[in-house]
């Protein structure tokens, strides 16, 4: 299982968890399920398409997702995946 860190913005929909551990073997599954156990999160994290939302960050061992295979990234039973949704502020 990949262990997901859940920033304190979301983890009112984790009971108050800050790591999650879930299955799956790319990193859209390991979210897809995040989601099924979790689904408070599902509109933080996927967009109406599916899709990644365009703003929630995810990063798998300290590499941005969007630079390597994005959802489709392979994830092994040891790797981090940390979400972080962006911040608007001023």
């Known amino acids: 299982m990949s262990s997901v860190r859940i920033p304190p913005v979301l983890r009112t929909s ?12 790319t990193v ?3 979210l ?4 099924a ?17 365009r703003f929630m ?3 798998l061992n300290d ?12 994830v092994g039973e040891r790797d981090s995946i940390v979400l972080l949704p962006a911040m608007a502020g001023g």
């Not at 984790?14 to 073997?25: L, R």
């Not at 897809?32 to 989601?35: A, D, E, H, Q, S």
């Not at 156990?37 to 939302?53: K, R, T, V, Y």
């Not at 941005?64 to 990234?73: A, C, K, S």
Request: no cysteine; glycine share 18%; hydrophobic share 40%.
């Open 14 to 25: 984790t009971g108050g968890q800050k790591v999650v551990e879930i299955p799956g073997a």
């Open 28 to 30: 859209g599954a390991v």
């Open 32 to 35: 897809t399920n995040l989601v």
């Open 37 to 53: 156990s979790h689904p408070g999160l599902g509109g933080q994290i996927f967009g109406e398409a599916g899709d990644l939302n």
């Open 57 to 59: 960050n995810v990063f």
């Open 63 to 74: 590499t941005d997702i969007r630079h390597l295979e994005v959802l489709e990234t392979a």
